[in-house]
Structures are given as C-alpha cells and as structure tokens.
C-alpha cells in the first residue's frame, strides 16, 4: 500500500541549502552530508523495493495558482500570504503496513529534521481504501 | 570593465541560453532578464581574478538564486502592500452621529462593530466589514485580497454563522439600534 511522506519548510530550509535567493548558509560539507544522507535512504528504500518516487521542490516564491474565472482557468504568481511552512518535498512509498510507513516516516523526519506527514495514496489497487 | 575576448565570449553565450532557460522554467521573463543581468556583473567582476570550473553551471546558480531572490522581494512588497491597504479602509461611520439630522442615524456604525465581533478571526473581520459596511462584492473582495472567489463566500459564510452562533447580538456595549444591524448584516447579500 502507498503512502505519501510530505516534508515542510519555510524559506530557510531553502537557504541552507543553496537551493533559494542566495548562497547556502550551511557549509559545503553540511550540504554534501545532507544530500549523501538523504541519498542513502533513497537507496536503500529502492534496494527494499519500497522507493515509488521522490522529490524536493522548488523555492516557494515559484509557486503559481491556477483557479477558474468565469469559466477558464487564469494563472498568477502566489500565494503571497506569508506561509511560515510550505511544502517542500515528497516521496511515495509502498509498503506492507501502516507501521512500517510510520516507521518511514520517523526516518525521513530524522533526515529533513523538520516535522513531515504521512497520507495514504489512494491508489485504487487494495480493499484498504 | 575590461574583459578577456574569452570571458566576454563566454558571458554573451551564456546570457541568452540561461535567460531561455530560467524564462522556461519559471516563467517572469522580466525578472528572468534582470536576474541574469545580475549574473553578468557578478560574473565580470570576479571571473578575471577566479574562473569558476564550470562556468555554465556558476552562471545558472547565480541568475537562479537571483531570480528567487527577486521574486521573494516582489512578493514581500505585495504583502506590504496588501496589509496597508488593508488597514487603510475608509471608514465611513468616523464622523460623529449628530451629522446625521434626529431620527435618522447611521447603522453602518453598529454593523462595523459587529463586523468585528471578536469571535471573529481578523480574516473574518476584513472579509465581512468589505461586504457588509463596505458593499464590496464577494468577487471584488476576494481579488482585492488577492484570493479565490470562493474561499471569500466562505469565509463570509462562516463569519455570519459565527456571530449567529455567538448569540450576540452586537459586541458594542451601547448597541445603539439593537438587533437591526446585526440581523441585516446576516441575512442580506449572500
């Protein structure tokens, strides 16, 4: 069964490492330790056979809303509304049990160091939906 | 600025494939051009002394992490700008009720207060005080905060059902026309 894990952030989680409007805060070394650490997990859900996919996401000044107006769908820039935390990544797991997604989870929140949370992903194959 | 031809060679390829670049994938080919400008300088002014090993991917980084930059400034003054306007709203009801000839007072008074009935949560209150004092249209209030039509209708929604709930009737302490205002403010205009 598939489980989605979202990672949450405000700017500076962008910031250490680079990834928003200027250099990284954290050190070269920080940053490589992160991304290997982060790596490493990646790894060894893929090698379990329990990795779907996974991902960072941009800065979130890039964000873009896209509502319907009378009728046709209208692009903007924003939300502007100060978000102290964001979505900031993902990943989607397949796993045996609810326990062992949490127990997923728990690692990649070790990882990002921030909260995450934890959804399952209808993905209309189980009775479990 | 004196450059080396290579460097110079090198920036006036650079700039047009990174501006297609980030204009591909973000969009704001007005920032875009700005930030690689930035990148430009940047780029003239500490190339000659420390040539990067890979040049392309420096140039990209920098204009990148620039465009984000500027897009966190635009945003941040849109947010300024927003709050101001927001606590700018005129309100009509400041001038002192003997304007008004005997007999005849002005309500607006009562139902700005109950617009900002405390239950409420200051989203509420601006979203109900534009609709309801203001006579804004949920449309012109919900561009005007630079949100979805329907989250406004409901946050209105809810905003009435709150002071409705709250039983209530009106938060001012004198209450100068009892329920009128209160029961206007939550039946009229949905």
């Known amino acids: 069964m598939k489980y989605m894990i979202m990672t949450f952030g405000d700017e500076t989680a962008w910031d250490a490492l680079g990834l928003g409007g200027s250099q990284a805060t954290w050190s070269d070394e920080e940053v490589a330790e992160h991304f290997q650490a982060m790596g490493a997990f990646y790894a060894d859900l893929a090698a379990s056979g329990e990795m779907v996919t996974g991902f960072g996401l941009a800065d979130p ?3 873009v809303t896209v509502e319907m107006r009378d009728g046709r769908p209208v692009a903007s820039d924003g939300p502007y509304a100060e978000a102290k935390e964001v979505l900031a990544g993902f990943g989607i797991i397949d796993v045996a049990s609810h326990d062992r997604a949490v127990e997923l989870a728990g690692r990649f929140a070790a990882l990002v160091q921030t909260r995450v949370e934890l959804r399952p992903v209808m993905d209309g194959a189980g009775q479990d939906l | 600025m004196d450059l080396s031809p290579d460097i110079e060679g090198l920036l006036r390829q650079l700039a047009p494939q990174t501006l297609a670049a980030l204009t591909r994938r973000y969009g704001h080919f007005d920032l875009a051009e700005d930030a690689v400008q930035e990148a430009l300088l940047a780029a003239a002014e500490s190339w000659p002394s420390a040539m990067p090993d890979n040049p392309a991917g420096w140039f990209t980084t920098v204009a990148r992490r620039r465009l984000t930059d500027l897009l966190r400034s635009e945003q941040a ?4 700008e927003q709050s101001e306007a927001i606590r700018t709203v005129p309100l009509a009801s400041d001038a002192p009720d003997e304007v008004w000839p005997s007999g005849e007072r002005d309500d607006s008074l009562v139902l700005l207060f109950l617009c900002c009935h405390p239950s409420l949560t200051p989203p509420a209150q601006v979203a109900l ?12 209030i919900a561009r005007g905060l630079l949100l979805p039509e329907a989250t406004i209708t409901r946050r209105i929604t809810r905003a009435k059902q709150t002071i409705l709930d709250s039983g209530d009737a009106s938060p001012c302490r004198t209450r100068p026309s009892g329920r009128g205002g209160w ?6 205009s949905t």
Do not use: I, M, P
């Open chain 1, 61 to 63: 000044s890039h964000t």
């Open chain 2, 77 to 80: 003054r849109r947010r300024r």
């Open chain 2, 129 to 140: 005080t534009l609709r309801a004092v203001g006579g804004l249209s949920t449309a012109e």
């Open chain 2, 183 to 188: 029961t206007w403010c939550c039946t009229s």
